[in-house]
Structures are given as structure tokens and as C-alpha cells.
């Protein structure tokens, strides 16, 4: 099948739908399908791209000119690659450009798919509610009802906005690359590298995503400054990068309530990252909104178990997993009560990621999930 990908930006700082997109379209090209990624930024879009016909092509369109629009100019490559497509997917509903290209699609008469990426979620939609209202109203509806499938990663997602369009839904896992998980780097990079912030036999506790408000950090500096007033012994390590101006705030009350065992280490990649997973005693991160959440599933599949909220999606997969632990909210207090549960046990701790562990390969096997995306586009194609 030959299959058009839509997507504002391919840059990692955006999070996860640049991930799925990059591995769901990798894995569907290895299965022979020809696969395009239109974006208004590629930076990040593998390397090998360039070279190799068997793997997905990005294809840079023009930034819009018009404010958030394309203007009809600018979507002349893209009507071209849409009406030789069996199919459009387009990721995201906020972006004016995808319904745009949903409009080009309905043109040409390829059918299309869009993920909603957590977007119409309760919490997202309480955000900015009576602009988002009205955006819906204006032509998000539209574009949402023509879709020939919804496409959504949890039944939670599902739950919660099949409110907002009437249109055919499926609900699939992202598909993600277990590749840098078997085999695992082992801790001594991440042991090598944050040296200095350790210490022998003291729980490392991993918080590990964008750094922004919704994540819950400052709970969790909250609930490692109360452990320290009890000599809990642990280490917050938080990896990631958000505004400079939200980063000093958190900075400040860091230090405001003398979290003193909590660290930001910045954004980290590769092996050093599956090698920190691995350090870890547990994932923390305690969110008021996430849809799949990718690093909760790379813990899992590195062997570290998760501690979260009922504010992500995939909640109920992550506590079926055995790997997974999750709070109503995050409430500061319990969170740091279940903290310190946690990490009395190190080894009942450790087995509960070995669990996760096994679970990821048996639930989230790329080849499976592949498989369920060709029927998800043959049926919006048939």
C-alpha cells in the first residue's frame, strides 16, 4: 500500500507522536508498503531515510503562511502525494494544517485516519476549553466525522472522546521498536555518568518525560522532600527539558522546600537513557494527563517497574502488566507514601519490573501490532 503520514514537526522535543510515527513507519516500510511522512520540520527524521528506498521518504513541506494555515500554493506537493496514497493518517486535531489536509484527501478521494493523540482526553479538553469549543464547532467536527477510522491507543482514550465525532474507531497500542531493549546496555553508562549523584545501595527514582506542568513534578519534589525529612534515603533523578522559565520555578522550589536529593540531569538519549531505565529502581511520574505514555512502556521494557496516576490513558495495561503501580492522582502525600513502600522492598520491586518486562514482549510485540495498523489502513482503504 502506499501510505502518507501527516505530522506537524518530526522533532523529539514534541514527544511522543513523533516516536510512533517514526517506528509505526519504519515497521509497515519493512513489511513492503511505501511509506511518506509529510512535516513542516524534519530535523529528526532518521538519518538512513535519505539513502534507503526500502524505508520511509520525509517529505519537508512549507511552514504555513497565513498564521496557522497552508496557504492553496503550499499544498501542491502534498495534493500530489495524497491523491497517489491508498491512504492519509494525519496525527493530531489542533493543527488548522491537518484539517487541511484532510480537506485535500476528501478532494482527491483517499480515505483517511487521524490519531487523536490524547487530545480530546477530559483534562486536555478543560484546557483553553471554550477556543478548542470552537474550533470543533468551525471544522473540527468535520474533519473528524469524515475520517474513514479514528485511531486510539487505549480504551480509556476512547472512552473519553467518543463524545466529541460519529465517526469508526479502533483502538491499537503504539507500536515502538524493541530493538534497544534486547539486549539491555547493562547500568554501568548511566552508573559512569551521574557518579557524582549517587550513592551504594540508595534507590534511584526516575522521573523521565517533558518537563511541564501537567507531569506532576512538583508533587514529586514535594514527596522527595518528605521522604528526606523522615530519612527515607533515595535519589529523584529528573531527566528531561521543558521552557527555561518553568524549569527556574521548579528550580527554585527545589530548593524552597529542601529537596535536597532531587536532581535535573537534562534531556537524555539512546543507550545512556535504556542504560538509566535500567539504574533505576522505579519510574516516577506522577501526571495529570498522558495518552500512551512511551516512557512508561520503555521502563517496562528496560525491566524497571512504573509508579503513575489514573491520568494516563493506558493505566489499566500498565497495573495489568504486574509492572505497573498506579495512584488516583497526584496527591503529594501519597505519592510519597507509596514511594516509600516501594523501595523497602528493592527486590520485590525489581521483580515487579522483571514482569513488565516479560509482559512487553509478549503484549506490545512490534510484529503484532504491524500486522493490526495494514488492517486498520485496508479496511479504511476497502
Known amino acids: 500500500m502506499r501510505i502518507v503520514h501527516y505530522i506537524e514537526h518530526l522533532r523529539f522535543e514534541d514527544g511522543g507522536p513523533v516516536r510512533a510515527v517514526i517506528d509505526l513507519t519504519e515497521a509497515l516500510a519493512a513489511k513492503g508498503h511505501q511509506l511518506t511522512v509529510l512535516a513542516h520540520d524534519i530535523k529528526d527524521a ?11 521518504t520525509a517529505h519537508l513541506l512549507p511552514k504555513p503562511a497565513r ?7 503550499q499544498l501542491v506537493s502534498a495534493r500530489k502525494l495524497i491523491a497517489e496514497a491508498d491512504v492519509l493518517h494525519t496525527h493530531g486535531i489542533w493543527v488548522p494544517a491537518a484539517a487541511q489536509m484532510a480537506s485535500v484527501a476528501r478532494s482527491v478521494r483517499t480515505p483517511y485516519v487521524i490519531s487523536i493523540r490524547g487530545m480530546l482526553d477530559d483534562w486536555c479538553m478543560d484546557q483553553r476549553a471554550l477556543k478548542k469549543k470552537l474550533y470543533l464547532s468551525l471544522m473540527g467536527r468535520r474533519f473528524l466525522n469524515n475520517a474513514a477510522m479514528i485511531h486510539l491507543t487505549a480504551q480509556a482514550e476512547l472512552d473519553q472522546a467518543k463524545k466529541h465525532f460519529s465517526a469508526p474507531t479502533t483502538v491499537i497500542p503504539n507500536l515502538m521498536s524493541l530493538d534497544p531493549f534486547e539486549p539491555l546496555p547493562g547500568t554501568a553508562a548511566a552508573e559512569n555518568r551521574f557518579a557524582e549523584l549517587l550513592s551504594p545501595g540508595v534507590p534511584v527514582l526516575l522521573f523521565l518525560s517533558r518537563i511541564h506542568y501537567k ?10 522532600a518528605s521522604l528526606s525529612a523522615k530519612g527515607v534515603d533515595h535519589r529523584v533523578l529528573i531527566a528531561g527539558t521543558g521552557e527555561e522559565d518553568y524549569v527556574r520555578t521548579l528550580h527554585t522550589k527545589r530548593d524552597s522546600i529542601n529537596a535536597r536529593d532531587a ?14 531505565y535500567q539504574l533505576a529502581d522505579l519510574m516516577v511520574l506522577p501526571t495529570s494527563q498522558e495518552n500512551f505514555g512511551f516512557v512508561f512502556f520503555e521502563a517496562l521494557a528496560a525491566g524497571t517497574a512504573v509508579l503513575t496516576t489514573k491520568g494516563v490513558d493506558t493505566w489499566p495495561e500498565l497495573e495489568a502488566s504486574g509492572g505497573g503501580f498506579i495512584l488516583p492522582d497526584s496527591d503529594a502525600d501519597k505519592l510519597a507514601q507509596r514511594i516509600e513502600q516501594l523501595i523497602t ?9 522483571d514482569k513488565g518486562r516479560a ?5 506490545m510485540n512490534p510484529a ?12 479504511a482503504a476497502g
Open 46 to 56: 532518521p538519518v538512513q531515510w535519505a539513502s534507503d528506498d526500502a524505508l520511509p
Open 67 to 73: 498564521g496557522p494555515w497552508l496557504a492553496p500554493s
Open 215 to 224: 507531569k506532576g513534578i512538583e508533587s514529586l519534589l514535594e514527596a522527595s
Open 263 to 276: 536532581h535535573f540531569i537534562g534531556h537524555i538519549t539512546g543507550a545512556d537513557k535504556v542504560s538509566l
Open 345 to 353: 522492598d528493592r527486590t520485590a520491586l525489581q521483580a515487579a519490573g
Open 359 to 363: 509482559w512487553m514482549f509478549e503484549h
Open 368 to 379: 503484532r501490532l504491524v500486522e493490526r495498523f495494514e488492517h486498520l489502513y485496508q479496511s
